[in-house]
């Protein structure tokens, strides 16, 4: 499809300028050094120049030559007189010519077919003005703010997640406060209520049995609630990585528990410096080794600790001989509360190998339980422990 130019003599349509009138804007706006015009015959040779922005063209030259970025669009510029409303449009051209360099300039290309002449317009390359430093300065604005946006975006998305964890602790105590401590305080009341009799009755040494199981039951409401804040508040707390001499920090572990006569405990195997955390590392230990102590089912037995190295991993086992753990409880015994063997006698929270599954878990390791009491006895808690952290 063809296009149809409209054409209109100057000064024929209401409110266009005279010719008078542009042609005195066209010499000003020359002057300025905004602008400049080369015409050109079939050839390509240089007729006419207006304009300083011109002044550098010689008459009578090629325009190819004089005009050396036009060199290859030779081809081009020949068709647009097949074609005259095309344009051959250069952008932003520098031209290094005998009297120095010329501006910045934009190079476009027309076929007058009135004429039969080309017209070269030749425009300066203007500085951008204050309006577009401005607009430059408020996209660049609106990128730092999106990006401001976006950081703060992520810190809500972590903050979420914290505040997710948090509720889903405060769920679990909420959880053990209406159901697993209930049997101690009804105990406490049914004490207290005995309590009373025998000081009534003066009956002094069923009062001091009483008074001795009051106390049981507050210490043992006393380490579930302490227990239950530790596993609750753990993976929270920042605890800064060191170095810790291992083979230290577990025979100060085994050497600080209550000496239980008859029971053996060993300790075998690579114990290395490590860059970890401590706390974390210590209440693992300890935990595992008190576990093992409180529930076994003999007067005499051993537990034996052991470490290797495992790549990347630092294998830890510690072994007990006692009465083992059925395979149906070997998932049970990490959650919170959760007891095999019901033993008031002992001193339990209930929340020792859940603060050990999850210390573990929260820096990268795992926890393992090996025991099948239908063939021996004995238990081992194996856990794989990071062998470097980033400090």
Same mark, same amino acid.
């Given at each position: 499809?063809?296009?149809?130019?409209?054409?209109?003599?100057?000064?024929?349509?209401?409110?266009?300028?005279?010719?008078?009138?542009?042609?005195?804007?066209?010499?000003?706006?020359?002057?300025?050094?905004?602008?400049?015009?080369?015409?050109?015959?079939?050839?390509?040779?240089?007729?006419?120049?207006?304009?300083?922005?011109?002044?550098?063209?010689?008459?009578?030259?090629?325009?190819?030559?004089?005009?050396?970025?036009?060199?290859?669009?030779?081809?081009?510029?020949?068709?647009?007189?097949?074609?005259?409303?095309?344009?051959?449009?250069?952008?932003?051209?520098?031209?290094?010519?005998?009297?120095?360099?010329?501006?910045?300039?934009?190079?476009?290309?027309?076929?007058?077919?009135?004429?039969?002449?080309?017209?070269?317009?030749?425009?300066?390359?203007?500085?951008?003005?204050?309006?577009?430093?401005?607009?430059?300065?408020?996209?660049?604005?609106?990128?730092?703010?999106?990006?401001?946006?976006?950081?703060?975006?992520?810190?809500?998305? !972590?903050?979420?997640? %914290?505040?997710? #964890?948090?509720?889903? $602790?405060?769920?679990?105590?909420?959880?053990? +406060? *209406?159901?697993?401590?209930?049997?101690?305080?009804?105990?406490?009341?049914?004490?207290?209520?005995?309590?009373?009799?025998?000081?009534?009755?003066?009956?002094?040494?069923?009062?001091?049995?009483?008074?001795?199981?009051?106390?049981?039951?507050?210490?043992?409401?006393?380490?579930?609630?302490?227990?239950?804040?530790?596993?609750?508040?753990?993976?929270?707390?920042?605890?800064?990585?060191?170095?810790?001499?291992?083979?230290?920090?577990?025979?100060?572990?085994?050497?600080?528990?209550?000496?239980?006569?008859?029971?053996?405990?060993?300790?075998?195997?690579?114990?290395?410096?490590?860059?970890?955390?401590?706390?974390?590392?210590?209440?693992?230990? !300890?935990?595992?080794? %008190?576990?093992? #102590?409180?529930?076994? $089912?003999?007067?005499?037995?051993?537990?034996? +600790? *052991?470490?290797?190295?495992?790549?990347?991993?630092?294998?830890?086992?510690?072994?007990?001989?006692?009465?083992?753990?059925?395979?149906?409880?070997?998932?049970?015994?990490?959650?919170?509360?959760?007891?095999?063997?019901?033993?008031?006698?002992?001193?339990?929270?209930?929340?020792?190998?859940?603060?050990?599954?999850?210390?573990?878990?929260?820096?990268?390791?795992?926890?393992?339980?090996?025991?099948?009491?239908?063939?021996?006895?004995?238990?081992?808690?194996?856990?794989?422990?990071?062998?470097?952290?980033?400090?």
């Amino acid at each position: 499809m063809t296009q149809q130019r409209q054409s209109f003599d100057v000064g024929s349509e209401p409110g266009t300028p005279s010719a008078d009138m542009l042609a005195e804007i066209t010499v000003y706006l020359a002057k300025r050094d905004l602008y400049g015009l080369v015409w050109c015959d079939e050839t390509l040779t240089t007729t006419h120049i207006f304009g300083k922005l011109a002044e550098f063209i010689p008459l009578g030259s090629d325009i190819i030559q004089s005009l050396l970025p036009l060199m290859g669009f030779e081809e081009q510029i020949t068709a647009l007189r097949r074609h005259p409303d095309n344009t051959v449009q250069l952008p932003n051209i520098s031209i290094r010519h005998a009297g120095g360099t010329s501006p910045r300039m934009n190079i476009n290309v027309y076929w007058i077919p009135k004429r039969k002449l080309y017209v070269i317009v030749l425009t300066k390359v203007l500085r951008r003005s204050d309006l577009e430093l401005e607009l430059t300065n408020q996209i660049r604005a609106k990128r730092i703010a999106e990006r401001n946006l976006a950081e703060k975006s992520k810190e809500l998305q !972590r903050a979420n997640r %914290e505040l997710s #964890l948090a509720n889903g $602790d405060l769920e679990e105590f909420a959880y053990v +406060i *209406s159901h697993d401590l209930k049997a101690p305080l009804r105990a406490l009341k049914y004490l207290s209520g005995d309590l009373q009799l025998s000081v009534t009755s003066m009956d002094a040494q069923a009062a001091n049995a009483q008074v001795l199981q009051l106390q049981n039951q507050t210490q043992r409401m006393s380490s579930m609630l302490m227990g239950l804040f530790e596993y609750a508040s753990l993976g929270r707390k920042q605890d800064a990585i060191q170095r810790v001499n291992t083979a230290t920090l577990i025979s100060q572990i085994v050497n600080s528990l209550d000496s239980i006569p008859g029971m053996k405990i060993s300790i075998d195997g690579h114990w290395p410096v490590l860059n970890t955390l401590e706390q974390p590392l210590d209440l693992v230990l !300890r935990n595992l080794i %008190e576990n093992a #102590l409180k529930h076994h $089912d003999r007067h005499t037995g051993r537990i034996d +600790i *052991s470490a290797q190295d495992a790549g990347e991993f630092w294998r830890i086992d510690i072994k007990d001989d006692g009465p083992g753990i059925p395979e149906d409880y070997k998932e049970a015994v990490f959650r919170t509360f959760q007891k095999v063997h019901s033993d008031d006698n002992v001193e339990n929270s209930g929340v020792g190998l859940a603060l050990v599954k999850k210390s573990v878990e929260t820096i990268g390791g795992t926890v393992e339980l090996l025991s099948n009491p239908s063939i021996s006895r004995g238990s081992i808690f194996r856990i794989m422990w990071p062998q470097c952290m980033s400090t």
